[in-house]
């Protein structure tokens, strides 16, 4: 599913906003507070059990009342945009220019994460993120360029792309990501 996603750091930043300490979420995922340590600093990934329970847990929905707003102007909007959870690049909401360069139903891919068809250049610009404070702070914008992911259900063309991360109404942070280019 998200074998290659690095889900510490997402952890690491739900506990700070949500306001966890570790050791609470240690008794949560039935791990000792030091295991919970080395997974947000990168210094082990966790086994394929303890992925799970943890994408269960800081994976946004977007079906709260809250997020209505932000859903509408995404699925209204003329600029080939699309909000996925930060954390595990699930797909929250579409726009119909975005949904229009699709082979799939948009709808079909609501819940399902994107990361599989994430371009080297997306790839690149996720595992720099941490390093650029964007697991740190609420609120994050980056502009990077990519190129194309092969992919004909979902393709990503060259070209200049904005993330920027939105809190959602659950507590978890969406990511809103734009072609700008």
């Not at 609470?24 to 990168?42: D, K, P």
């Not at 210094?43 to 709260?64: G, M, S, T, Y």
């Not at 945009?81 to 082979?103: E, F, G, K, M, Y």
Request: contains cysteine; hydrophobic residues 45%; aromatic residues 6%.
């Amino acid at each position: 599913m998200l074998h290659d996603l690095p889900v510490g750091r997402a952890l690491r930043r739900f506990r700070r906003l949500n306001a966890v300490k570790q050791g609470h979420l240690a008794e949560l995922l039935a791990v000792s507070q030091a295991t919970v340590s080395r997974w947000e600093s990168g210094a082990q990934e966790p086994d394929e059990v303890h992925r799970e329970r943890i994408v269960a847990l800081i994976a946004a929905q977007a079906d709260h009342r809250g997020d209505a707003a932000l859903k509408r102007l995404v699925e209204t909007s003329s600029m080939p945009v699309h909000l996925v959870c930060d954390a595990t690049h699930q797909l929250l909401a579409v726009s119909p220019p975005r949904a229009a360069t699709w082979r799939v139903e948009a709808g079909e891919m609501l819940g399902t994460s994107l990361w599989r068809f994430a371009s080297p250049g997306v790839v690149a610009a996720q595992a720099a993120l941490a390093y650029g404070g964007w697991f740190e702070r609420p609120y994050q914008q980056l502009r990077f360029e990519t190129g194309s992911n092969g992919h004909d259900d979902i393709p990503i063309l060259p070209g200049l792309l904005q993330w920027e991360t939105v809190p959602l109404s659950d507590g978890r942070t969406g990511r809103l990501a734009t072609t700008v280019g």
